[in-house]
């Protein structure tokens, strides 16, 4: 008799113990809901691809993270840096390699916008998404008449006949001109290169969109450069589907952090015109994978 009531405490301090040990495996994880049930991460990219780090940051969270059994990337992008771009294509393309990567794009998925898109495992588009534009702009602002009316002249110390290239008190050098074209080609075959390996394009699609121009989504389609038409919700529905999820999925956006959350911020509609200005004069200063309509 003696021994029952040894037992039961026992078995108390045991449960004890053991919800103990679940609030702590729980708080110790980043997000405890990935422990029960199965769900599609989504990651955005909208405005001008600037900076890499995000995105990279949320991708590589999902592919990690077991219970996320699939990711939709959501791409809302003219384009813009090559560095970031590429950045992206490559954390987008290892994670395509560990668990199914949906792209949905929405009114714009177009040059660096397409680029990242590229290698995920299927490309959902609106029939009047703008996307294509494979290739780079370069743009150098020459400011020498500005300069002056200003009175201003500047005073350069190089090492080299090149060094300086796209200087804005000067036009551009016959050499200058020579090797920057020679680099924006050299961008624009890496760019091409990446999308016909990772759509596997025919040769009659690559002459299309060899001349960067701009397609519609429902011409994407006939080209070979998305998989299927529809929305945001289609490109979740065909994620869950990959990734071997029954009924409907539940949706997961990658875990705030000071950082990002910051980053964030700074992008919300208070700072817009300061953001709009900021894109504005990245878009002018060296080689970009931008959708950017502009003269000859």
Request: hydrophobic content about 45%; glycine content about 12%; proline content about 5%.
């Amino acid at each position: 008799m003696k021994k029952r009531p040894m037992a039961a405490a026992i078995g108390i301090s045991l449960l004890i113990v053991a919800a103990f040990a679940l609030v702590f495996v729980l708080l110790g994880r980043s997000d405890p809901q990935p422990l029960f049930g199965n769900k599609v991460g989504v990651v955005e990219i909208k405005g001008v691809i600037s900076d890499a780090r995000a995105v990279m940051e949320a991708l590589d969270e999902f592919r990690r993270e077991e219970a996320v059994r699939a990711v939709v990337l959501r791409v809302d992008s003219p384009g813009g840096g090559v560095g970031p771009s590429q950045e992206i294509y490559q954390e987008v393309k290892r994670t395509a390699a560990v668990k199914p990567v949906v792209c949905s794009m929405g009114g714009v998925a177009a040059s660096g916008g397409y680029y990242v898109a590229a290698p995920c495992t299927k490309i959902v588009a609106n029939p009047g998404t703008l996307t294509g534009s494979i290739g780079v702009i370069s743009s150098f602002p020459n400011l020498e008449g500005l300069f002056e009316k200003l009175g201003l002249k500047v005073q350069t110390i190089k090492t080299g006949a090149l060094k300086g290239a796209g200087a804005p008190d000067r036009p551009l050098s016959e050499e200058e001109r020579a090797m920057l074209t020679s680099m924006t080609q050299d961008l624009f075959g890496q760019f091409l290169g990446d999308v016909v390996a990772s759509r596997q394009l025919k040769d009659d699609a690559v002459k299309a969109i060899s001349d960067s121009g701009i397609f519609s989504g429902k011409r994407a389609l006939e080209l070979g450069l998305v998989d299927q038409l529809g929305n945001f919700h289609d490109a979740v529905a065909l994620a869950a589907r990959l990734g071997g999820i029954p009924g409907r999925p539940k949706l997961v956006k990658p875990h705030d952090k000071s950082e990002r959350w910051l980053r964030q911020l700074l992008k919300d509609e208070g700072q817009s015109m300061l953001r709009s200005l900021v894109e504005q004069a990245q878009a002018l200063g060296g080689p970009q994978y931008l959708y950017a309509p502009a003269g000859d």
